[in-house]
């Protein structure tokens, strides 16, 4: 790998995890039956989305607005540290999370670049010694908008964010991902694994 060091940028919703967080936490936040609720009156949306007639991002906030608008954003805060303490854990996939173990005893800088909320995700990366990229949500006189903060941290978005952070040319990369989302940012990588844990 020569003289340069290291930096592993890795993906997180069914990359390293055997569910979908954004998923886990609004049945963790509102309940299974919410949760439901919720799909089955978007539905019509999800299924256009999956077809690919609907944007990936116009699809998520219209289920952050169901779910979180107008929730106090120090209350939303509070329940995702507790996701991240106890929820996390349970649904991390046991050798994608201890090779990244190896990776920061090795001395390797961890990226985890995800379009999840960075509410949560921060939490569980700062006491993994990890860097984390990902959605941020807007706030609004102290509320949850509805509304993602910028753009969503998806396909090329996640090359954006990575390059505004690193000088990639520094670097000898290595990455994980598991959709088509992540493939723009395995393409900035030495090595490149896909799907590379089992669920």
């Avoid at 049945?27 to 007639?53: A, C, E, N, S």
């Avoid at 329940?79 to 999370?97: G, N």
């Avoid at 569980?124 to 984390?132: D, K, P």
């Avoid at 993602?148 to 978005?157: P, T, V």
């Amino acid at each position: 790998m020569g003289e340069k060091p290291t930096l592993v940028l890795c993906d997180f919703d069914g990359t390293i995890t055997s569910k979908d967080s954004f998923g886990e936490f609004i049945k963790f936040y509102h309940g299974t039956l919410t949760y439901w609720f919720g799909l089955l009156l978007h539905f019509p949306i999800l299924v256009l989305y999956m077809l690919g007639f609907y944007n990936n991002s116009k699809a998520k906030e219209k289920l952050i607005t169901f779910y979180f608008k107008g929730v106090d954003d120090k209350q939303f805060n509070e329940k995702s540290q507790q996701f991240a303490q106890y929820i996390i854990p349970k649904i991390l996939l046991e050798d994608a999370f201890t090779k990244l173990l190896e990776y920061k005893a090795l001395g390797y800088e961890i990226a985890i670049v995800s379009a999840s909320f960075a509410n949560y995700l921060e939490p569980w990366c700062n006491e993994n010694g990890f860097a984390l990229i990902a959605t941020q949500l807007e706030v609004v006189d102290g509320d949850v908008s509805g509304k993602i903060k910028g753009n969503n941290c998806h396909g090329e978005e996640k090359v954006i964010r990575i390059k505004e952070r690193y000088q990639l040319s520094s670097y000898y990369i290595i990455a994980y991902g598991d959709t088509k989302g992540d493939l723009p940012m395995l393409k900035l990588a030495k090595e490149a694994y896909y799907k590379e844990f089992k669920k």
